[in-house]
């Protein structure tokens, strides 16, 4: 009988367990073994530590809930606690957000992570709640460089006349409108069949992506053309968060924090071995491109920038040191 109550007594604390803890569920485009994965495992991992085991996380790589909007809208609908997202499609839920993803606007990524943790990025996430967001921080995606299967891009023209698949980013699209690509906007999902079967040509995204995607598989030339720094963003949403203590809050925060040094670390790794690895995997990279004519194709498209979002917001941006 003794053993049977305590038995009993036991059962009904592991219950009492469970039922205490919350688990929560990432989403995110690539691999798990991607900078995106690194950032959202370190983020979960520290929840659990932060909070007693009392949240955890359960990832969801590999685009396995959608493409980027579609997990954005699912965080802003409620049925995702999480994305570890680029800022593409943010731009269509949080419109500030666009600025950042101007063509060749950072000149490396020790300036672009200096705008992002300073004042002028920090502003930006202030932006989120009023769209039923909550952004915890600025992670990262990367440099952005263009791939294809049909030729070298060393200048713009090199680029004319390619399909290329793109975000759907109107910031992006005229840009690269500019030095004559055809931008194909494409849920990420789709874009390795579509390259695979030649309904586009090439794609862009920084290298981190380039290898967890395995896009060397499909592609034949590797332009390091850098035309436009990716940031990206841990994105929650006001009914997670309302749900916290003050205490669980700034946990929440804080390995946030944590998240984008590890993602931005791997991201200096991969950017560092990366390029390497795809060589090896059959790749042609072309390293040397004409940086000054891809910024004066985009002079046209930089008046149209000036008047959208102020000359003097995106000059405060560059003069960032």
């Known amino acids: 009988m003794k053993s049977s109550l305590i038995a009993l007594a036991l059962f009904g604390m592991g219950v009492a367990s469970v039922q205490a803890q919350t688990v929560l569920k990432i989403g995110y485009a690539t691999s798990a073994a991607s900078h995106y994965g690194v950032g959202s495992t370190a983020f979960c991992d520290d929840i659990e530590k932060g909070t007693q085991g009392r949240y955890k996380c359960q990832q969801f790589p590999n685009s396995a809930l959608g493409g980027e909007r579609e997990m954005i809208e699912a965080v802003q609908l409620g049925t995702l606690d999480f994305v570890n997202t680029s800022t593409g499609p943010v731009g269509n839920f949080v419109p500030e957000v666009k600025i950042v993803d101007i063509p060749f606007l950072f000149r490396d990524y020790d300036h672009a992570r200096k705008v992002m943790d300073g004042p002028i990025g920090q502003d930006i996430l202030t932006k989120f709640p009023s769209k039923g967001l909550v952004a915890l921080s600025w992670t990262e995606n990367g440099f952005r460089h263009m791939t294809n299967n049909k030729r070298p891009i060393v200048k713009p023209d090199d680029a004319a006349g ?54 060397s598989q499909v592609q034949k030339y590797l ?27 700034k946990v929440f925060y804080d390995v946030a924090k944590h998240a984008t040094v590890e993602q931005r670390k791997k991201v200096n790794e991969d950017e560092a071995n990366g390029i390497a690895q795809l060589e090896k995997e059959g790749m042609t990279v072309v390293r040397k491109v004409d940086g000054a004519a891809f910024r004066n194709a985009l002079r046209d498209p930089y008046v149209n920038y000036s008047k959208e979002f102020g000359a003097d917001n995106i000059r405060k941006i560059q003069d960032v040191k």
Do not use: C, W
């Not at 030649?198 to 995204?205: A, F, L, R, S, Y």
């Open 223 to 249: 332009s390091l053309t850098g035309h436009v720094y990716s940031p990206a963003l841990l994105i929650t949403s006001p009914r997670v968060m309302n749900k916290l203590s003050d205490a669980d809050k």
């Open 162 to 215: 390619l399909k290329m698949r793109t975000m759907e980013n109107k910031v992006h699209m005229d840009g690269y409108r500019a030095f004559g690509i055809q931008p194909t906007p494409m849920a990420f999902p789709e874009v390795f069949g579509a390259l695979q079967q030649g309904t586009v040509d090439g794609q862009e995204n920084p290298i981190p992506v380039i290898l967890a995607s395995k896009f």
